[in-house]
Structures are given as C-alpha cells and as structure tokens.
C-alpha cells in the first residue's frame, strides 16, 4: 500500500470500478461525483464482480472539486462528451506536483487535461473493461479489465508509471505500461471504430455484425483503414491483428458496444473521440480515410438526431 | 396513333401510370399483372394525376404471358429486385421482330432483357417519375414524369427509339431521347445512390438530409464517387452536376425515395441494381468506390434482416 493518493473524476462504471478497487486495497481514494454523491456518502459503493462482490461503506465523495483534498494522481473517467468540464473540474484536486492519468477511449482525448496539469504532468491510457453502472453508487463489473497506460509524451516507460502499476496491481488490476500511448489507443481503435460505429449505424450487435458477410466485411475494411491511418502517423499495426480482432469478435458472447449502450440510452456518443480525432489525425498523416469518415459523419447525424429527440 | 403495339410486365406505379397514358392515347396496349389482374379486369385502371386524372374502365389485363397477345414493344415496368422472372415472362410476349424497352432503375440491370432477345432488340430508359400505387388498379402520380431512353448499344439514336418517343409524345409522356443509356445511367445514379442509399441507412426524408451538414456531406461525397466511377468508365459528368443536384434536392419538398419506401413497407429494396452493379462496374474499371461500397454493404445488411423479419 502506498501512500500515493487518488482522484476519481467521475464515479461511473469505469470510476466507480477502478476507484473502488484501489480504495479496497487501501490506497486514500477521493470520488468525485455528480448525481450519486448523496446516495454514495450515505449507503457506500457497491461493486459486483465476478471476481468477487465488495461493498466500500465509509466513501470519501465529492459534489464540487472544491470541496475535494489535492490528489497525487488525478484518474479522469468520464466520458470524453463530458471533457469540456475538466477545466473547471481538474484545477482544484491536483496537487502541484501530481499527475493526471485519462482513462477514456479514443485519440487526442489529452487537451484538456494537458491544458490544466501541462502535457508532462499527463498520464494517458485505455481500458479493455465491460463494466455498467446499473445504480447509484451500484457498479456492475461483467469481464476484463486490464488497463494499458504511460505517459502523454511517450518516451518509454516512466518510473511514475511503474509505481501507479504497483499500485494498480496491488489493487488487483491488470496492467500493462505502454511506453507509446498513441500506437496503443490507434490498436485500440481498430476494434473500437467498427464496433463501436457499426453497431449504432446498423443497429446490431457485435454477434449480429459477425453473423453477416456484409457486417464483417465493413468491420475488417474499416479495420483495414484504421491500420492504414495508424501507419501514416508512422505507427505500425501488423496485418495480422486485423484477423485477431475479427476472430475474437467472432468468439465473443453477443456484446453491446458503449456507443450503442449510449445510444440506446440516448446519451451523447464518444463521435469525436472515436472518429472525429482519428479522421482529422489520419487526413493531417496524408491518409484519406473514407469508411471512417462515412461513418463518422453517419455518426454524427445520429447523434444531432437523438440531442434534437431529446429536447 | 400508331400501329406498334405495347405490352406492360407490371402494372405498379410504373407500368400503370405509362401503360394508362398510352392506352388513353389511342395505342393499343397489353398489360401483364399479378395479384391485380381480376380488380383491373373487372373495375379498370384509375390514376389520379396532377396533369388530369383519369380512369380506363375497358383495360386488356392479363395474368400469365400465355394469355396475352405477342407485342412490338414490351415495357419491363417491375422492381429489378423481380427481374428473374424475365425469362419465363418475355418470350411469349414479344413479337418476333419486336423489342424489349427495360424502365428500370440501376446500372447493368439489362442481362435478362438481353439474355431472351438480345442486345439488339433491347432499349434501356430511365425514368423521372414520382408515382405510386395506392390500391389495386389504382395509381398516383405525384410529379414529373420524363423518360429519357435509347437503343441499350447506344451508338445514337436509332429510328426505333424516334417512332417509340413520338407514341410517348403523342401520349402526353415527356420524352429525351438517349444517344448513350449508360451515360444517362450514371447520371441517374449521381442522385439515386446518395439519397435511396442515405434515406434507409439514416432513416431519413430528402429534406433530413439536407437540413444537416454531415448528411449533405455524405451525399456530396457519395456524388463525387459516382461522377469518379463514370469517368473511370470513361463516362464524363461535370462537376457542376453534383452541386446542382444537391441545390435541386435542397429546393424539393421532403421526400421519400423508392428505397426508403420499400424499407418502410418490408418489400427487398433494389440493393444489386442502384449499388451493387455500379461498384462492380467502377472496381472492373480500376475505381475504387469505398463509400459506395461502404453503403452497398450497409443496406446489404438490412435488406437481408428485413427478409429474416418476414420470415
């Protein structure tokens, strides 16, 4: 147990996971938190897990960063539609010499936090989790969790990235330091950008997409690009991943993605993080990425829609 | 009035609207129908049109092509998605010198036509129709109305097409003759691929489309993919073609195209003749047209569920 101390941005599905594992190890963990701090300060967090079911009773959980202590390390897991907030959110819960570690999906997710804490103070990194928030305060943990992070600025793996690990790993999570973020979230992204997009522009499932000639064929030529923008930033991304991906898909239980989950819930989807960044990043590489941005601005319109729906 | 007879495979939207005006002209015309055929025979053909509504209650109306008379012109009037019928349907219908005039929508959706009586007694049209059918033997015709068709060997106008368009003019049909079908097809298709395409993958009116930014840009770019998949064939569009089509789309009242309509109604939608040809022919010519194909495969997807829904 260290006695480095943690801020959770955000105490959702990943948040609230994440916090609430760190928090059962020991470590000094501080949530905030939006709609749930109420319930949260007076029942604790409830976290169900296959890995076995725990319930924190004595929470420290913030409405407001004012009112929350400075942390070491500042975990941001909200979702990337809410980013515009972490100028407010971020000042007041780093401490000078602390760190912030985004852990949200997509590509050039870091601004805002490196527009606060600067980009040699920032920590970036993706999870492969299936978690949902199924309750205030109520956390429903279902498979993986490993998380890939380091730093914003690559370089190699950081002695600061090596001691959160221990923490992370004294916590029970899975982790593995990326000493080059960026080719880690582009590997990412050649399963999140047809996934993700496909199944709210078909409206499918990962099982539904893999069922179909058709679905798999766009899922592999979209991975196909996604690879071929990878590669004009001058990351490489073996050709073989692209039929790992698809052949895990294939094994998976039937699986919604996060974008079709918001969808569903009509909730603001990741479209910039996801697509929007990528297609800008591929296009500034020389690579002209069509499926993508077909799909991006399919996206796009379905999410104005929905915005549109909702008011 | 001239001599030439004219037989009508499928008295839908299409076929009725056409064959009615011929037949009110003085030509004699034979039509081909299926579940209509006791309704027409007994009750005539109505359509209601902005131009003069009018009904026809003496209508020569069959059910198989055994019955009916072999004629000079056959009109091909149904969906592509039922063209495989065309080779038990023409052969008895047309006259031994006579000819095939395929109506249809598409690229390449001539082989059946040509396959029964060859590629020199096959003409190819376009049609700028809007007209439904609202109930048996009963049509609306909504707006425009222009055919713009020629010999399928193109090779300029031949006398055939002249005599057939002044029965057309003489009936009150808007017609152009066509020196190069495959030209006029593409150009049909530089607005068909955009919105019967984005209307069922997006679910949405013409107007929808082009109320929002990322849908006009799908359109526009789908557009430009066309124009660039004709010129591959050696088929040159100007670029001005694209903007005003979008400008003409922008100004109509919000529409439903063919392939939205047979979404809504669960009928196949005619995914190969409107897509798949056209990326077919545009990869033989050395183009590849992957936000076509993106789109091909997208409505690939939901025309097969459809069909699993109605099963």
Redesign the interface.
């Given at each position: 147990m260290s006695d480095r101390t943690y801020g959770i941005v955000g105490t959702g599905a990943l948040g609230g996971y994440y916090g609430g594992l760190l928090a059962r190890s020991g470590c000094e963990v501080h949530f905030l938190a939006h709609s749930d701090v109420d319930h949260i300060r007076d029942n604790g967090l409830k976290v169900e897990s296959k890995a076995g079911d725990f319930h924190l009773s004595d929470v420290s959980v913030f409405g407001t960063p004012e009112e929350m202590p400075a942390c070491d390390v500042v975990i941001v897991a909200l979702k990337t539609t809410q980013n515009h907030l972490l100028a407010e959110l971020l000042p007041p819960i780093v401490k000078a010499d602390g760190c912030v570690l985004v852990l949200q999906n997509g590509l050039d997710i870091e601004q805002e936090a490196t527009a606060v804490v600067g980009a040699d103070r920032t920590l970036s990194g993706c999870c492969f989790l299936c978690s949902n928030k199924v309750g205030p305060g109520h956390i429903r943990h279902l498979d993986y969790g490993r998380i890939e992070f380091g730093e914003f600025l690559g370089n190699g793996v950081s002695e600061r990235v090596g001691d959160i690990g221990q923490d992370f790993a004294s916590a029970t999570i899975s982790v593995t330091p990326s000493p080059d973020i960026r080719l880690t979230r582009w590997r990412k992204l050649v399963w999140n950008i047809p996934f993700n997009g496909l199944s709210v522009?078909?409206d499918?499932s990962t099982a539904d997409i893999m069922e179909?000639f058709?679905?798999t064929?766009?899922a592999k030529?979209l991975m196909e690009e996604v690879v071929a923008s990878a590669a004009a930033e001058g990351y490489s991304i073996d050709e073989s991943f692209v039929e790992k991906m698809l052949e895990d898909t294939r094994k998976m239980v039937p699986y919604d993605s996060s974008m079709r989950v918001d969808h569903k819930l009509g909730r603001p989807m990741e479209v910039e993080a996801i697509f929007g960044n990528p297609v800008r990043a591929a296009a500034a590489a020389g690579h002209d990425a069509?499926?993508m941005?077909?799909?991006y601005?399919?996206l796009?319109?379905?999410d104005?829609r929905n915005v549109r729906n909702l008011k």
């Open positions: 522009a078909l499918a179909c058709d679905g064929e766009m030529t069509r499926r941005e077909m799909l601005r399919h796009k319109f379905v104005a």
